[in-house]
T-cell receptor
Framework: DTAVSQTPKYLVTQMGNDKSIKCEQN?????MYWYKQDSKKFLKIMFS???????INETVPNRFSPKSPDKAHLNLHINSLELGDSAVYFC????????????FGQGTRLTVV | AQSVTQPDIHITVSEGASLELRCNYS??????LFWYVQSPGQGLQLLLK??????LVQGIKGFEAEFKRSQSSFNLRKPSVHWSDAAEYFC??????????????FGKGTKLSVKP
């Protein structure tokens, strides 16, 4: 029973394409996040949502658009993909907005060619 | 500004030897501190966390960490390393904005290699 699940696990696509990564959590948490791990393994917050409301947007290009249809789902849509978008994207969730303890998904390795 | 420093990029230890991974943080308030492990090709797994109370915290897989406020440190230790412990280890501090928002700030990670 996976707590935080992301699909797909791997995504290879060409520059200029638009792609989406899906995330679902079955923990009953209110808050969900997207983190980006770059080629040097550095992890950084991109977005957080609380009960479908955007809370944190950390200087991410507006080609990245998160969407939360309900509090159990947080999808990441990326337009006009660039080579520099290649990274591992992690979805995570936490009990509520004030709780920093996060449970992470397995990650999606995005490769832009 | 909040930050986390892991001074060691790569550490190699022999199987059975003890391990200590260093972590220093910079945060104005009482920190929430975490250690996560990432095995090759895998997601992030929480090893242990410190919120308050006893400064020595026990985690999964035989790991422990000690919070030292005076040194702004939260070092991870294991008395005897197993080959399966080879992975990337991340220290993180949980931050709050305006009393409500929260997210994690990560260190750059320490890669642990284990030699037989």
């Amino acid at each position: 029973d996976t707590a935080v699940s992301q699909t797909p696990k791997y995504l290879v696509t060409q520059m200029g394409n638009d792609k989406s990564i899906k995330c679902e959590q079955n923990l009953g948490h209110d808050t969900m996040y997207w983190y980006k791990q770059d080629s040097k393994k550095f992890l950084k917050i991109m977005f957080s949502y609380n009960n479908k409301e955007l809370i944190i947007n950390e200087t991410v290009p507006n080609r990245f658009s998160p969407k939360s249809p309900d509090k159990a789902h947080l999808n990441l849509h990326i337009n006009s993909l660039e080579l520099g978008d290649s990274a591992v994207y992690f979805c995570a969730s936490s009990q509520d907005i004030g709780d920093p303890e996060a449970f992470f998904g397995q990650g999606t390795r995005l490769t832009v060619v | 500004a909040q930050s986390v420093t892991q001074p060691d990029i790569h550490i190699t230890v022999s199987e059975g030897a003890s391990l200590e991974l260093r972590c220093n943080y910079s945060y104005g308030a009482t920190p929430y501190l975490f250690w996560y492990v990432q095995s090759p090709g895998q997601g992030l797994q929480l090893l242990l966390k410190y919120f308050s109370g006893d400064t020595l915290v026990q985690g999964i897989k035989g790991f422990e960490a000690e919070f030292k406020r005076s040194q702004s440190s939260f070092n991870l230790r294991k008395p005897s390393v197993h080959w399966s412990d080879a992975a990337e280890y991340f220290c993180a501090v949980g931050v709050r904005y305006g009393g409500s928002q929260g997210n994690l700030i990560f260190g750059k990670g320490t890669k642990l290699s284990v030699k037989p």
